[in-house]
């Protein structure tokens, strides 16, 4: 195996036979000297030596103050160090080196054999050290991979949970409830005039609707905790998205005679993905027809500060007690509840909502009186 060696020493003789020992025993021909420690600093930076051979008495710079520099170093703080002194050759000296960290201490003059052992002995236990240290970091980079996976199949298993929670609990009811009404039609024995007919269609449709509300809702909460819901940002007329879902929701306003109010200034642009701004507000929109009793109001208003434009959905409904209020975005606490006329929901849908404002870097808030209506609003920046 070839080495890049670096022999440091303030005398050219010594450089010389350290060399042609290191050449002898096979060991590359990346040999490099230097007269001293500070020289030697500069060489490392470029050479990268896997073995430093240092002098101890040396000018400019000493071997024991280049092998401080090294140990003091991150970079260099693993390169194998051999002192090499003529001089320093006490037992304080020798214990002083090894307390900062050589691997290694010959004295001069030294026999070519023990030369040659030592020197081979330190590469050999770099080489294992290398190895041991390679292995350590696999080790720790596959227990980090296996950790991020471990968390990956949690968060799969709790969104499977979750779903299955919402499909048994909040989609079966509604089914049933269809089912229900489907069986009035398939019985002969019985007959329908045509407004008890009207009646039971308008059941059907309005079951049909909710579930079709509960399976959006559903799909977008699991796309945004796959993270597979893909945002395209344009210039939105948030004023012009309120009566899209104004009109969406037109029927269920009439049958439950509420007032609808649009106003949000027409020309409130926000800069966002439409589909999520219009998803956010028809949960809040939907969510205030649930709770609005006939004949109540809802309105929808726009605010502009110098950094954000806050969208506000008002109602005259039911309002939250501070219990409520303190749990409504906890996603370890969902809840559904009905409507004032019996409408169901899947309680993820404020929660989404929460998750899709801040990803578009805004907040949502909600202010509530038990009996006196809610005001949510989310605002976005600008």
Avoid at 128 to 155: M, V
Avoid at 357 to 381: M, T
């Amino acid at each position: 195996m070839e080495y890049s060696i670096l022999v440091v020493d303030d005398q050219p003789d010594n450089i010389k036979f350290i060399s042609l020992l290191l050449k002898e025993m096979q060991l590359g021909k990346k040999i490099y000297s230097a007269p001293n420690g500070k020289v030697a600093l500069e060489l490392i930076d470029k050479v990268a030596p896997d073995l430093v051979l240092s002098d101890w008495e040396m000018p400019k710079m000493n071997g024991l103050e280049l092998l401080k520099a090294l140990k003091n170093s991150p970079r260099t703080k693993d390169i194998p160090f051999i002192m090499i002194s003529a001089v320093k050759v006490d037992a304080e000296s020798m214990k002083e080196s090894f307390e900062l960290g050589v691997h290694d201490y010959l004295t001069k003059p030294f026999d070519k054999l023990e030369f040659m052992a030592r020197v081979s002995a330190t590469l050999k236990l770099q080489d294992a050290y290398l190895r041991i240290k390679k292995s350590g970091d696999e080790i720790a980079d596959q227990a980090l991979l296996i950790s991020k996976q471990h968390e990956e199949l949690q968060k799969l298993n709790k969104l499977k949970d979750k779903i299955f929670s919402i499909i048994s609990h909040d989609i079966r009811a509604p089914l049933a409830t269809l089912d229900g009404l489907l069986q009035v039609f398939s019985d002969e024995e019985i007959e329908l005039e045509e407004k008890e007919l009207k009646e039971y269609a308008t059941g059907v449709k309005l079951e049909l609707n909710s579930v079709q509300s509960l399976m959006d809702n559903l799909l977008s909460w699991a796309k945004s905790q796959l993270g597979t819901e893909i945002i395209n940002i344009d210039d939105v007329n948030v004023h012009n998205v309120a009566n899209e879902i104004f009109a969406l929701f037109k029927q269920k306003i009439i049958n439950k005679n509420i007032n609808f109010f649009n106003h949000i200034n027409s020309e409130c642009i926000i800069e966002g993905d439409k589909n999520v701004i219009s998803f956010i507000i028809r949960n809040l929109v939907a969510n205030a027809i649930k709770f609005t009793p006939k004949g109540g109001r809802i309105t929808l208003d726009s605010e502009s500060t110098p950094e954000s434009i806050i969208i506000s959905v008002i109602d005259s409904g039911v309002g939250m007690d501070t219990e409520t209020l303190e749990t409504l975005f906890d996603d370890k606490m969902v809840a559904t509840q009905k409507g004032t006329s019996g409408e169901l929901g899947t309680g993820i849908g404020l929660m989404l909502c929460k998750e899709l404002v801040e990803q578009h870097k805004g907040a949502i808030s909600v202010k509530s009186q038990l009996g006196q209506g809610s005001k949510f609003s989310f605002s976005l920046p600008i």
